[in-house]
T-cell receptor, first 113, second 113 residues
């Protein structure tokens, strides 16, 4: 929503630089992970996903890395653009939780021109 | 043009009133979800439906009700029993319940006057 960014961690990057957004997930049994982008006042937009049998997956300008040993997920955005400014959050599917997604609060990405 | 639609975009409610938020999808998805988003917090699951004529409570179902009479529609009613209903409400759908991408609608901002 309009105030979704309140009290969230912020990452500021210069236009053209690469961005890395991190997410620590909670459950070692999680088998599926998604990254979403949310602009102010809009619904979350799917960016990329990865299953637990993979360590890395690439999309257009984005890469997701999964480290199951330390339960860490990261989203890398190459050549960050002003249009990338938004809140980014990860979600994990926990089969023990009835196969429902659990969402992190998010990170604000601000791109400076 | 496929996707998820929510209406209205903004909704104002007086205390003691019930209001219904609409969610429609033409993606032929079996599973649908309602989430609530508050500033600085992750999405919280209100209700979900795995298939037509079936729905289950999520983590914060008190004060809310849903129906799933048609595959493409999953309306949410915010009742007067919900003590703090002002929030951004998001509807989502996926092909099936579980390790599958959820796609979100644009959201409804509900404000209690």
């Amino acid at each position: 929503g309009e105030n979704v960014g309140l009290h969230l961690p912020t990452l500021s990057v210069q236009e053209g630089d690469n961005s890395i957004i991190n997410c620590a997930y909670s459950n070692s049994a999680s088998d599926y992970f998604i990254w979403y982008k949310q602009e102010s006042g809009k619904g979350p937009q799917f960016i990329i996903d990865i299953r637990s049998n993979m360590d890395k997956r690439q999309g257009q300008r984005v890469t997701v890395l999964l480290n199951k040993t330390v339960k860490h997920l990261s989203l890398q955005i190459a050549a960050t653009q002003p249009g990338d400014s938004a809140v980014y959050f990860c979600a994990e599917n926990i089969s023990e939780y009835g196969n429902k997604l659990v969402f992190g609060a998010g990170t604000i990405l601000r791109v400076k021109s | 043009d496929g996707g998820i639609t929510q209406s209205p975009k903004y909704l104002f409610r007086k205390e003691g009133q019930n209001v219904t938020l609409s969610c429609e999808q033409n993606l032929n998805h079996d599973a649908m979800y309602w989430y609530r988003q508050d500033p600085g917090q992750g999405l919280r699951l209100i209700y979900y439906s795995q298939i037509v004529n079936d729905f289950q409570k999520g983590d914060i179902a008190e004060g809310y009700s849903v129906s799933r009479e048609k595959k493409e529609s999953f309306p949410l009613t915010v009742t007067s029993a919900q003590k703090n209903p002002t929030a951004f409400y998001l509807c989502a759908s996926s092909t099936y319940l579980g390790a599958d991408t959820q796609y979100f609608g644009p959201g409804t901002r509900l404000t209690v006057l």
